[in-house]
């Protein structure tokens, strides 16, 4: 009996992350990054959470309606989207990721090119892994970059 238990409590210790491995994680990160430069509507739509929290570092808050509006209209468009130094955490059935970004393009405000830290809470629902929120803060220098 206690030799069972014993086996139980190893296997539970040795697999604390069973379901989606951190490199699942920042793969999720990668296809959304691709899709929002792509502008691959459909694939956008699969990711983001119905309920999802869109947090731009201008101070703007977004629906997953609203969001993907901006994206089809052209209000929004990102030319470019660089993740640096991206780190994961997994609890459960949700998972953090954070990275440094350099990110191109323009919005209603016109051109931006920005640095920002971004933060992604990514939740299961179902079998699938959908984005619930996304923050991203202005920086002056990404943590990668020479200093001036």
Request: glycine share 4%.
């Amino acid at each position: 009996m206690f030799a069972a238990r014993t086996c139980l409590i190893l296997s539970v210790l040795a697999f604390p992350a069973a379901g989606i491995s951190s490199a699942e994680i920042e793969a999720l990160d990668r296809a959304w990054r691709d899709a929002v430069v792509q502008r691959d509507f459909a694939r956008l739509d699969q990711l983001l959470a119905p309920d999802l929290i869109y947090a731009h570092a201008s101070g703007v808050v977004d629906t997953k309606q609203s969001y993907l509006e901006k994206l089809r209209s052209g209000k929004q468009i990102y030319r470019t989207l660089e993740q640096h130094k991206v780190s994961v955490r997994i609890h459960g059935e949700a998972a953090i990721t954070h990275s440094w970004v350099h990110v191109t393009g323009t919005n209603p405000a016109g051109p931006f090119d920005d640095k920002v830290m971004m933060l992604h809470v990514w939740v299961k629902k179902g079998t699938s892994w959908l984005l619930a929120a996304h923050q991203t803060t202005r920086v002056e220098a990404l943590p990668h970059e020479p200093a001036s």
